[in-house]
Protein backbone atom coordinates (compact mmCIF):
# COMPACT_ATOMS: atom_id res chain seq x y z
CA UNK A 1 0.00 0.00 0.00
CA UNK A 2 1.23 3.22 -1.17
CA UNK A 3 -0.37 6.25 0.77
CA UNK A 4 1.10 10.00 0.52
CA UNK A 5 -1.27 12.88 1.03
CA UNK A 6 -0.22 15.10 -1.40
CA UNK A 7 0.92 18.90 -0.04
CA UNK A 8 -0.34 22.15 -1.64
CA UNK A 9 -1.08 20.01 -4.86
CA UNK A 10 -3.48 22.68 -6.49
CA UNK A 11 -1.45 25.46 -5.85
CA UNK A 12 2.28 23.58 -6.53
CA UNK A 13 0.40 22.48 -10.17
CA UNK A 14 -1.55 26.14 -10.80
CA UNK A 15 2.00 27.87 -10.34
CA UNK A 16 2.90 26.14 -13.36
CA UNK A 17 0.63 27.79 -15.05
CA UNK A 18 0.11 24.79 -17.77
CA UNK A 19 -0.43 24.63 -20.98
CA UNK A 20 -2.32 21.54 -22.48
CA UNK A 21 0.14 20.97 -25.36
CA UNK A 22 3.21 21.57 -22.89
CA UNK A 23 6.11 19.60 -21.48
CA UNK A 24 6.82 19.34 -18.23
CA UNK A 25 8.92 17.90 -15.58
CA UNK A 26 8.18 16.40 -11.68
CA UNK A 27 11.56 15.91 -10.29
CA UNK A 28 10.06 14.16 -7.76
CA UNK A 29 7.18 11.56 -8.63
CA UNK A 30 6.38 10.04 -4.95
CA UNK A 31 2.99 8.98 -4.77
CA UNK A 32 1.85 10.53 -7.83
CA UNK A 33 -0.80 13.26 -6.78
CA UNK A 34 0.94 16.01 -8.10
CA UNK A 35 1.79 14.29 -11.60
CA UNK A 36 -1.64 12.82 -11.57
CA UNK A 37 -3.06 16.56 -11.23
CA UNK A 38 -0.37 17.73 -14.28
CA UNK A 39 -0.95 15.10 -16.84
CA UNK A 40 -4.94 15.31 -15.96
CA UNK A 41 -4.46 19.16 -17.26
CA UNK A 42 -2.35 17.87 -20.73
CA UNK A 43 -4.00 17.17 -23.90
CA UNK A 44 -2.16 14.02 -25.66
CA UNK A 45 0.12 16.25 -27.41
CA UNK A 46 1.51 17.58 -23.96
CA UNK A 47 4.26 15.36 -22.28
CA UNK A 48 4.98 14.57 -18.47
CA UNK A 49 8.53 13.31 -17.53
CA UNK A 50 8.52 11.97 -14.22
CA UNK A 51 11.64 11.17 -12.24
CA UNK A 52 12.30 9.49 -8.75
CA UNK A 53 15.19 7.54 -7.35
CA UNK A 54 12.92 5.35 -5.99
CA UNK A 55 12.25 2.08 -7.70
CA UNK A 56 8.83 1.16 -5.12
CA UNK A 57 7.82 5.17 -6.01
CA UNK A 58 8.07 4.22 -9.96
CA UNK A 59 6.28 0.94 -10.00
CA UNK A 60 3.36 2.65 -7.88
CA UNK A 61 3.04 5.51 -10.40
CA UNK A 62 2.71 3.48 -13.10
CA UNK A 63 -0.39 1.96 -11.91
CA UNK A 64 -1.57 4.64 -9.88
CA UNK A 65 -1.49 7.09 -13.77
CA UNK A 66 -2.69 4.09 -16.21
CA UNK A 67 -5.28 6.02 -17.47
CA UNK A 68 -2.12 8.65 -18.42
CA UNK A 69 0.60 6.80 -19.65
CA UNK A 70 0.77 8.12 -23.64
CA UNK A 71 1.49 11.11 -22.04
CA UNK A 72 3.96 9.98 -19.14
CA UNK A 73 7.94 9.13 -19.46
CA UNK A 74 9.26 7.35 -16.22
CA UNK A 75 12.85 8.01 -15.25
CA UNK A 76 14.01 6.35 -12.40
CA UNK A 77 17.48 8.46 -11.77
CA UNK A 78 18.14 11.51 -9.09
CA UNK A 79 17.22 14.44 -9.95
CA UNK A 80 20.91 16.04 -10.00
CA UNK A 81 20.76 14.49 -13.60
CA UNK A 82 18.05 16.43 -14.80
CA UNK A 83 19.89 18.28 -17.96
CA UNK A 84 21.41 15.03 -18.71
CA UNK A 85 18.32 12.89 -18.94
CA UNK A 86 16.39 15.25 -20.45
CA UNK A 87 19.09 15.76 -23.29
CA UNK A 88 18.70 11.94 -24.07
CA UNK A 89 14.83 12.62 -24.95
CA UNK A 90 13.09 13.83 -28.23
CA UNK A 91 11.83 17.09 -26.80
CA UNK A 92 12.65 20.83 -28.21
CA UNK A 93 16.60 21.86 -27.40
CA UNK A 94 18.34 25.26 -27.97
CA UNK A 95 21.91 25.29 -28.01
CA UNK A 96 21.27 21.80 -26.38
CA UNK A 97 20.24 22.16 -23.61
CA UNK A 98 16.37 21.09 -23.04
CA UNK A 99 13.42 23.27 -23.15
CA UNK A 100 10.37 22.43 -20.89
CA UNK A 101 7.31 24.56 -19.79
CA UNK A 102 7.62 23.61 -16.62
CA UNK A 103 9.43 21.47 -13.62
CA UNK A 104 7.93 20.79 -10.09
CA UNK A 105 10.24 19.50 -7.14
CA UNK A 106 8.27 18.73 -3.84
CA UNK A 107 11.29 17.91 -1.89
CA UNK A 108 11.96 15.11 0.72
CA UNK A 109 11.02 11.69 1.96
CA UNK A 110 7.44 10.00 1.03
CA UNK A 111 5.02 8.92 3.72
CA UNK A 112 6.31 5.36 2.72
CA UNK A 113 9.55 5.83 2.98
CA UNK A 114 8.88 7.10 6.42
CA UNK A 115 6.32 4.57 7.32
CA UNK A 116 7.64 1.40 5.90
CA UNK A 117 9.99 0.29 8.81
CA UNK A 118 12.33 -1.47 7.26
CA UNK A 119 13.52 1.89 5.08
CA UNK A 120 14.94 3.16 8.50
CA UNK A 121 13.97 6.54 8.16
CA UNK A 122 12.19 6.90 11.03
CA UNK A 123 13.23 7.00 14.75
CA UNK A 124 9.57 5.59 15.82
CA UNK A 125 10.26 1.94 14.07
CA UNK A 126 12.95 -0.13 15.12
CA UNK A 127 14.78 -0.85 11.65
CA UNK A 128 18.56 -1.67 10.31
CA UNK A 129 19.87 2.06 10.33
CA UNK A 130 19.22 2.86 6.44
CA UNK A 131 17.91 6.31 4.93
CA UNK A 132 18.36 5.79 1.28
CA UNK A 133 15.75 6.78 -1.11
CA UNK A 134 17.17 5.23 -3.89
CA UNK A 135 17.78 1.92 -2.33
CA UNK A 136 20.87 1.22 -5.32
CA UNK A 137 23.23 3.47 -3.75
CA UNK A 138 25.74 2.83 -1.43
CA UNK A 139 26.05 5.24 1.73
CA UNK A 140 23.83 4.72 4.52
CA UNK A 141 23.14 5.74 7.53
CA UNK A 142 24.86 2.88 9.33
CA UNK A 143 28.16 4.04 7.73
CA UNK A 144 27.33 7.42 8.72
CA UNK A 145 26.87 6.66 12.17
CA UNK A 146 29.43 4.17 13.06
CA UNK A 147 32.53 5.06 10.50
CA UNK A 148 32.26 8.94 10.16
CA UNK A 149 34.58 11.39 12.55
CA UNK A 150 33.18 12.82 15.35
CA UNK A 151 34.24 15.99 13.80
CA UNK A 152 32.08 15.19 10.68
CA UNK A 153 28.84 14.01 12.60
CA UNK A 154 28.77 17.32 14.61
CA UNK A 155 29.43 19.50 11.15
CA UNK A 156 26.24 17.47 9.65
CA UNK A 157 24.37 17.30 13.20
CA UNK A 158 24.84 21.36 13.50
CA UNK A 159 24.55 22.44 9.86
CA UNK A 160 21.66 19.49 8.28
CA UNK A 161 20.29 19.57 11.68
CA UNK A 162 20.59 22.65 13.29
CA UNK A 163 20.84 20.47 16.46
CA UNK A 164 22.31 23.16 19.01
CA UNK A 165 23.52 20.12 21.43
CA UNK A 166 25.41 18.30 18.17
CA UNK A 167 28.61 18.12 19.74
CA UNK A 168 26.79 16.29 22.87
CA UNK A 169 25.46 14.04 20.63
CA UNK A 170 28.07 13.24 17.98
CA UNK A 171 30.28 12.49 21.21
CA UNK A 172 27.83 9.72 22.41
CA UNK A 173 27.51 8.05 19.72
CA UNK A 174 31.38 7.83 19.23
CA UNK A 175 31.59 6.70 22.72
CA UNK A 176 28.46 4.06 22.32
CA UNK A 177 30.14 3.04 19.12
CA UNK A 178 33.33 1.81 20.42
CA UNK A 179 31.59 -1.18 22.55
CA UNK A 180 29.52 -2.43 19.70
CA UNK A 181 28.67 -0.80 16.66
CA UNK A 182 25.14 1.29 16.72
CA UNK A 183 23.06 -0.72 14.16
CA UNK A 184 19.41 -0.01 14.51
CA UNK A 185 16.76 3.28 14.41
CA UNK A 186 15.68 2.56 17.79
CA UNK A 187 19.27 2.37 19.49
CA UNK A 188 20.14 5.92 17.97
CA UNK A 189 16.73 7.36 18.91
CA UNK A 190 17.85 6.30 22.37
CA UNK A 191 21.52 7.77 22.50
CA UNK A 192 20.33 11.01 20.89
CA UNK A 193 17.68 11.18 23.76
CA UNK A 194 20.50 10.19 26.31
CA UNK A 195 22.67 12.92 25.19
CA UNK A 196 20.35 15.88 25.21
CA UNK A 197 20.05 17.84 28.59
CA UNK A 198 16.56 16.01 30.01
CA UNK A 199 15.22 19.70 30.47
CA UNK A 200 15.26 20.35 26.85
CA UNK A 201 13.80 16.87 25.60
CA UNK A 202 10.68 17.48 27.53
CA UNK A 203 9.58 20.24 25.09
CA UNK A 204 8.71 19.98 21.41
CA UNK A 205 9.31 17.46 18.92
CA UNK A 206 10.75 13.97 19.16
CA UNK A 207 14.57 14.84 20.48
CA UNK A 208 16.14 12.81 17.83
CA UNK A 209 13.87 14.11 15.02
CA UNK A 210 16.56 16.77 14.31
CA UNK A 211 19.76 14.44 14.45
CA UNK A 212 17.46 11.70 12.04
CA UNK A 213 17.08 14.53 9.65
CA UNK A 214 20.50 15.32 9.53
CA UNK A 215 21.72 12.05 8.80
CA UNK A 216 19.15 11.58 6.20
CA UNK A 217 20.16 14.50 4.47
CA UNK A 218 23.60 13.68 4.43
CA UNK A 219 22.59 10.34 3.17
CA UNK A 220 21.08 11.29 0.25
CA UNK A 221 22.87 14.59 -0.28
CA UNK A 222 19.49 16.55 -0.03
CA UNK A 223 20.93 19.65 -0.06
CA UNK A 224 24.01 19.09 -2.69
CA UNK A 225 21.81 17.99 -5.24
CA UNK A 226 18.74 20.08 -5.09
CA UNK A 227 21.36 23.18 -5.33
CA UNK A 228 22.62 21.60 -8.41
CA UNK A 229 18.99 20.57 -10.07
CA UNK A 230 17.50 23.95 -9.34
CA UNK A 231 20.31 25.75 -11.78
CA UNK A 232 19.67 23.31 -14.11
CA UNK A 233 15.67 23.60 -13.86
CA UNK A 234 16.57 27.12 -14.45
CA UNK A 235 18.65 26.68 -17.42
CA UNK A 236 16.42 23.94 -19.22
CA UNK A 237 13.01 26.32 -18.82
CA UNK A 238 11.46 27.92 -22.18
CA UNK A 239 10.59 31.51 -21.76
CA UNK A 240 7.39 31.58 -19.48
CA UNK A 241 8.46 27.93 -18.00
CA UNK A 242 7.58 28.41 -14.45
CA UNK A 243 10.04 26.09 -11.92
CA UNK A 244 7.64 25.44 -8.60
CA UNK A 245 9.52 24.08 -5.57
CA UNK A 246 7.95 22.64 -2.31
CA UNK A 247 10.63 22.56 0.94
CA UNK A 248 9.98 21.18 3.69
CA UNK A 249 13.11 23.22 6.31
CA UNK A 250 14.50 26.17 6.41
CA UNK A 251 18.02 24.58 4.74
CA UNK A 252 16.04 24.00 1.69
CA UNK A 253 14.14 27.04 1.41
CA UNK A 254 17.12 29.22 2.13
CA UNK A 255 18.79 27.41 -1.01
CA UNK A 256 15.49 28.14 -3.10
CA UNK A 257 15.64 32.30 -2.65
CA UNK A 258 18.90 32.37 -2.80
CA UNK A 259 19.04 30.54 -6.29
CA UNK A 260 16.43 32.42 -7.24
CA UNK A 261 17.95 35.66 -6.28
CA UNK A 262 21.29 34.60 -8.23
CA UNK A 263 19.11 34.82 -11.58
CA UNK A 264 17.02 38.63 -10.60
CA UNK A 265 20.50 40.30 -10.29
CA UNK A 266 20.26 44.19 -10.34
CA UNK A 267 21.70 46.72 -12.39
CA UNK A 268 24.59 48.25 -11.00
CA UNK A 269 25.23 50.83 -13.03
CA UNK A 270 24.80 55.20 -11.79
CA UNK A 271 21.48 56.34 -12.00
CA UNK A 272 22.44 59.10 -14.46
CA UNK A 273 23.97 56.43 -17.36
CA UNK A 274 21.93 56.77 -20.17
CA UNK A 275 21.36 53.09 -20.77
CA UNK A 276 22.41 49.92 -18.55
CA UNK A 277 26.34 48.64 -19.27
CA UNK A 278 26.69 46.37 -16.47
CA UNK A 279 24.96 43.74 -18.38
CA UNK A 280 22.97 42.44 -15.14
CA UNK A 281 20.19 40.90 -16.25
CA UNK A 282 17.64 39.02 -14.80
CA UNK A 283 16.79 35.50 -16.28
CA UNK A 284 13.80 35.01 -14.43
CA UNK A 285 10.92 36.55 -12.16
CA UNK A 286 8.60 35.75 -9.81
CA UNK A 287 5.38 35.08 -9.85
CA UNK A 288 4.28 35.47 -6.18
CA UNK A 289 5.81 37.99 -4.06
CA UNK A 290 5.76 35.66 -0.63
CA UNK A 291 5.94 31.87 -0.40
CA UNK A 292 2.50 29.55 -0.33
CA UNK A 293 1.77 28.11 2.93
CA UNK A 294 -0.94 25.30 3.03
CA UNK A 295 -4.33 26.44 4.29
CA UNK A 296 -5.76 25.74 7.80
CA UNK A 297 -8.10 23.25 6.00
CA UNK A 298 -5.10 21.46 4.87
CA UNK A 299 -3.00 21.21 7.91
CA UNK A 300 -6.57 19.67 9.37
CA UNK A 301 -6.09 17.02 7.16
CA UNK A 302 -2.58 16.85 7.28
CA UNK A 303 -0.34 18.00 10.07
CA UNK A 304 2.33 16.73 7.62
CA UNK A 305 1.99 19.86 5.65
CA UNK A 306 3.04 22.34 8.65
CA UNK A 307 6.61 23.11 7.21
CA UNK A 308 5.75 23.70 3.73
CA UNK A 309 6.21 26.27 1.72
CA UNK A 310 5.94 26.61 -1.81
CA UNK A 311 7.94 29.06 -4.19
CA UNK A 312 7.89 29.69 -7.74
CA UNK A 313 10.07 31.39 -10.85
CA UNK A 314 9.17 32.12 -14.58
CA UNK A 315 11.78 32.33 -16.98
CA UNK A 316 11.81 35.69 -18.90
C1 LIG B 1 7.59 14.29 -0.91
S1 LIG B 1 7.70 12.98 -2.03
C2 LIG B 1 6.82 13.55 -3.44
C3 LIG B 1 5.35 13.33 -3.36
C4 LIG B 1 4.59 13.63 -4.62
N1 LIG B 1 4.72 15.00 -5.04
C5 LIG B 1 3.14 13.28 -4.48
O1 LIG B 1 2.28 14.16 -4.66
O2 LIG B 1 2.80 12.12 -4.21
C6 LIG B 1 9.33 13.08 -2.60
C7 LIG B 1 9.73 12.00 -3.57
O3 LIG B 1 10.88 12.49 -4.28
C8 LIG B 1 11.85 11.51 -4.35
N2 LIG B 1 13.14 12.18 -4.34
C9 LIG B 1 13.67 12.92 -3.36
N3 LIG B 1 14.89 13.37 -3.71
C10 LIG B 1 15.11 12.92 -4.97
C11 LIG B 1 16.18 13.06 -5.88
N4 LIG B 1 17.29 13.71 -5.57
N5 LIG B 1 16.07 12.49 -7.11
C12 LIG B 1 14.95 11.78 -7.44
N6 LIG B 1 13.91 11.60 -6.60
C13 LIG B 1 13.99 12.17 -5.39
C14 LIG B 1 11.65 10.63 -3.14
O4 LIG B 1 12.13 9.33 -3.41
C15 LIG B 1 10.14 10.68 -2.95
O5 LIG B 1 9.50 9.62 -3.61
Redesign the pocket.
Known sequence: MFH?I?VL?EEAVEALNIKPDGIYVD????????SSLIASKLSSKGLLIA????ES?IEHAKEKMHPYLDRVIFIKS???NLKEELSHLDIPKKDQTPQVDGILF?????SP?LDEAERGFSYNHDAELDMR?DQSSSLTAFEIVNEWSEQQLIKILFEYGEEKFAKRVAKRIVQTRLDAPIKSTKELAEIVKEAIPAATRRVGPHPAKRSFQAIRIAV?D?LG?FDSALHQSIECLAPKGRVSVITFHSLEDRICKHIFSHYMPKCTCPPDFPMCVCDKKATIKLPHRKPIVPSEAELEINPRARSAKLRAAEKL
Do not use: I, P, R, Y
Not at 106 to 110: N, P
Open positions: HTKCTLGGAGHFDQDANFQDLGVSQMNEV
